[in-house]
């Protein structure tokens, strides 16, 4: 990995004074109407996940619009051009998936970015990897940042195994964004 | 429980988590209470799959907490 990708990985905003910001943006309390980005990371099976989870909440929430954007590589948190564009069009992002190492990190790293920003964030990470992901959380200056662990492993599954990685997801995914009111 | 039985259970599952992107995980005493964490790679490890060495090292640094050592530094393989 080149000095510039770690450093990507490490501070993801580019600068080190907002490390210590460990507060999470406002909470939405209701999905109704809310415009949701899907953020891929590449990993296999994040796009199938991902528009498991929308489904999910477009039935039961009332999601609005449903947007899609893919990172360009998974081991690094998303680059400043997309980020300022998905911050300019959505109210909520959901990022998958932290399979690996490395993804598991950056996935966290853009949860936290996005957060910062005032976008609350789910970021869903498979357990084997919840290690990764809470020490870039902790690295990031912000301990506290609760992600969505799903059973290891998540690239591998057909679609049938997805939809069971999707079930385990939403609620956790509805706590974190403190959700209490359905449809 | 020895103190060097103490190290590998703490690492333990750290192992586990190195081997499902195809790494090795092994450490050595370093000098008084001090642990070196190596990670090696295997024929089949993801290169692009590895924790950047700064989070490598807070992992390790947390798990062997309350072990009777404290880690040195951290190994990576290659270029990492």
Not at chain 1, 49 to 64: P, Q, T, V
Not at chain 1, 103 to 112: L, N
Not at chain 1, 127 to 155: C, I, L, N, R, W
Not at chain 2, 69 to 74: A, F, M, R, S, T
Request: glycine share 8%; net charge negative.
């Amino acid at each position: 990995m080149s000095t510039s990708t770690r450093e990507a990985l490490l501070y993801p905003t580019g600068a080190a004074e907002g490390l210590s910001e460990g507060t999470l943006s406002p909470r939405p309390v209701s999905l109704k109407g809310l415009t949701v980005g899907l953020l891929d990371n590449t990993k296999p099976n994040s796009t199938l996940l991902l528009d498991e989870i929308a489904a999910d909440l477009k039935r039961d929430y009332g999601i609005g619009e449903i947007k899609h954007y893919v990172k360009d590589y998974f081991g690094t948190p998303v680059k400043d051009e997309l980020f300022d564009q998905i911050v300019s069009e959505v109210d909520i992002v959901i990022t998958a998936v932290g399979d690996c190492g490395s993804c598991s990190a950056a996935t966290v790293a853009d949860g936290i970015k996005f957060e910062r920003a005032g976008i609350p964030t789910v970021s869903i990470t498979s357990d084997s990897f919840a290690m990764s992901g809470q020490a870039m959380a902790d690295v990031q200056g912000f301990p506290g940042f609760e992600f969505v662990m799903v059973q290891h492993p998540v690239a591998s599954l057909d679609v049938e195994h997805i939809r069971g990685r999707a079930d385990q997801a939403v609620p956790e995914a509805l706590r974190i964004l403190g959700v209490t009111e359905t449809i | 429980m020895t103190a060097s039985d103490s190290v590998d259970e703490a690492l333990a599952s750290f192992r586990e988590m190195m081997a499902t992107d195809g790494y090795v995980l092994t450490w050595s005493e370093a000098g008084d209470d001090k642990v070196v964490v190596k990670i090696s790679a295997t024929d089949g490890a993801c290169e692009d799959c590895l924790v950047p060495l700064p989070i490598m090292t807070n992992i390790m640094a947390k798990a062997l907490a309350p072990t009777p050592y404290e880690l040195d530094h951290v190994e990576l393989p290659g270029s990492h």
